[in-house]
């Protein structure tokens, strides 16, 4: 049973950059999917990116050319590269862990971190 922690956010102006960091302690964590989903205040909880065991990815469209989505199996690591901030992106970012990538579509599991802050101010 994987168990996961998020870190890497914080405050940055528009524009500006941060990586979000996921990491697994399960010793699978390198068979699963990875999907990062988004909350802001009001707002639906949205997936923003997602990643398969052999690197297949997929995104939003709102991030796309903005955010990378990646792994390092060694580490048991899942980082998500954020560019080009904008206020809009403001959320708590949580990593899912486990669910399924079929048809460049991610469905979550019941895995979830506990979540990073990321504010963007304008």
């Known amino acids: 049973q994987v168990q996961l922690v998020e870190s890497g956010g914080g405050l940055v102006q528009a524009g500006g950059s941060l990586r979000l960091s996921c990491a697994g302690s399960d010793s699978t964590f390198s068979s699963n999917a990875i999907g990062w989903y988004r909350q802001a205040p009001g707002k639906q909880r949205e997936l923003v990116a997602a990643i398969s065991s052999r690197g297949s990815t997929n995104y939003v469209d709102s991030v796309k050319g903005r955010f990378t989505i990646s792994r390092d199996n060694a580490k048991n690591t899942v980082y998500l590269q954020m560019n080009s901030l904008k206020p809009e992106d403001t959320a708590v970012y949580y990593c899912?862990?486990?669910?399924?990538?079929?048809?460049?579509?991610?469905?979550?599991?019941?895995?979830w971190g506990q979540g990073t802050q990321v504010t963007v101010s304008s």
């Open positions: 899912n862990a486990g669910g399924l990538f079929i048809g460049r579509r991610y469905f979550e599991s019941e895995y």
